[in-house]
């Protein structure tokens, strides 16, 4: 086996954090013999948000399209991004349908779940690892990567020995904003082979420049695994290019043992792809490809910086642009120095705004601040501003139990209530994440399946945020 394993995210990662994650299920399965070849460690095609736009955007059943992949890559591993307790909703389920979506996940093709929490809070994530391992997948337990006074690099070795003993069979640093610079990449990645057994694996972006150098310094260090992406969906807000790591490996003790010329003619399918999402007004080329220092300026993500750009337009107020990103820092150090990725990015940043616009921080404050801030995501990493917190919340109770306790089991009430439309078991847990825009879709399939033109009951909501 080489030294270091190359999963590629170009089915997943690579067109969501370029393309609106518009890819079609059509437009990968003419690459998928070659990409069967090519001998990747894995490659990441399901989860994070291709379901939500498969169902809302595409007229998909994700699980199709899963079984599509599964069945055109015999000899791959498929591996998924599954976020905890949230699974790829945007708020707690219950242990019931977290643990049958891990079982079907399984059973519909998926070999490898990589699951995370946005807070790092474990036991968010207990029920999803224990279900991968009950059910025959590798449980990969990433850590949410952030910068703060409590997230030092003694931080990521405690909290990898704890993901060590959840029973994780591998363990991901998920810098999400790629804020993991190359030094402090060798630094942590030389720590945690030092301190646990587990193989270790870095997924990062490219959105400040850095990536590929990262990456470099990662895999001298003893890595076991790093994500990229094909080079048409690379670079930029996506992953550092597969072909330009592979081809800096060769050669070396780090040697991928991928084929070049093989990537090269995959690569070729992919940049139509590119230029199809392009032209589809999907994918902006300067945008994503462009370097952002205002990422380690404030340590927002990519796509956070668009949702704040986006709320700031609307309110024609984008002369208060950099007064907003200097607040995002002191929401986040109040609200107890969350990480920022899904579902944390969008809470502060909108807060952040607010308080902005709103005139008197705090004044007005979204149902989701609340929410965090009384405990309903888990375990905040360091302590809040009580000031702040009482002004947000009251006297209301914080909760300090695992969330999820205090959810009775949920999947029975879905079954019920989507009996109408019921086709599969998977549809109950399409129901569940995503009840309104499950109904438009299972409404589109009957009426696709009876021969009735479909074509306005699930139209393509440009405007909506995936």
Request: with cysteine.
């Amino acid at each position: 086996m080489p030294k270091v394993g190359i999963t590629d995210t170009i089915l997943r990662d690579g067109h969501q954090s370029q393309a609106a994650t518009r890819m079609r299920t059509s437009q990968m399965i003419p690459a998928f013999e070659q990409l069967d070849k090519v001998g990747y460690y894995s490659l990441e095609c399901w989860g994070g948000a291709t379901f939500d736009t498969c169902l809302r955007f595409l007229n998909e059943d994700p699980w199709e399209r899963l079984r599509t992949l599964r069945k055109g890559l015999p000899n791959t591993k498929l591996q998924m991004l599954f976020r905890g307790q949230n699974i790829l909703g945007y708020k707690h389920y219950a242990d019931d349908v977290v643990d049958f979506f891990t079982k079907k996940s399984i059973e519909n093709g998926i070999d490898i779940i990589r699951c995370f929490d946005a807070l790092n809070d474990l036991r968010n994530m207990e029920t999803a690892v224990k279900a991968t391992k009950k059910y025959g997948g590798k449980a990969e337990v990433a850590m949410s990567y952030t910068i703060s006074p409590v997230h030092t690099e003694d931080y990521f070795v405690k909290l990898s020995a704890d993901i060590a003993k959840m029973g994780a069979d591998l363990i991901c640093i998920k810098d999400m904003a790629n804020l993991l610079l190359p030094y402090d990449a060798y630094s942590l990645v030389k720590r945690l082979k030092a301190e646990t057994n587990l193989p270790i694996v870095l997924h990062t972006h490219d959105t400040t420049g850095t990536g590929a150098m990262t990456l470099l310094k990662a895999i001298e260090a003893g890595i076991d695994v790093v994500d990229t992406c094909l080079s048409p969906l690379a670079n930029g807000t996506s992953q550092p290019s597969t072909e330009s790591i592979v081809a800096t490996m060769r050669g070396t003790e780090y040697d991928t043992g991928l084929d070049l010329k093989l990537l090269a003619e995959i690569a070729t399918h992919f940049r139509g792809v590119a230029e199809e999402l392009t032209e589809e007004g999907w994918r902006d080329p300067a945008r994503v490809l462009a370097t952002d220092p205002n990422t380690l300026l404030y340590q927002v993500p990519g796509g956070m910086l668009s949702n704040l750009i986006g709320q700031l337009k609307q309110a024609n107020a984008m002369d208060k642009y950099y007064e907003v990103l200097e607040e995002v820092p002191r929401v986040r150090k109040d609200f107890g120095y969350p990480p920022l990725v899904t579902p944390t990015s969008q809470i502060v940043g909108t807060q952040a705004v607010m308080n902005i616009l709103g005139g008197e921080r705090y004044k007005l404050v979204t149902k989701e601040s609340k929410g965090l801030l009384r405990g309903e995501y888990g375990r905040l990493p360091a302590e809040v501003n009580a000031d702040v917190r009482k002004k947000v919340i009251g006297d209301d109770k914080v909760i300090t139990n695992r969330p999820a306790d205090d959810i009775p089991p949920e999947l029975e009430k879905y079954r019920e209530e989507i009996r109408d439309y019921y086709q599969q078991d998977e549809d109950i847990l399409s129901y569940a994440l995503f009840p309104q825009v499950a109904i438009k879709y299972f409404q589109y399939r009957q009426a696709k399946q009876l021969g009735v033109d479909s074509t306005m009951l699930n139209k393509d909501q440009k405007t909506m945020p995936v």
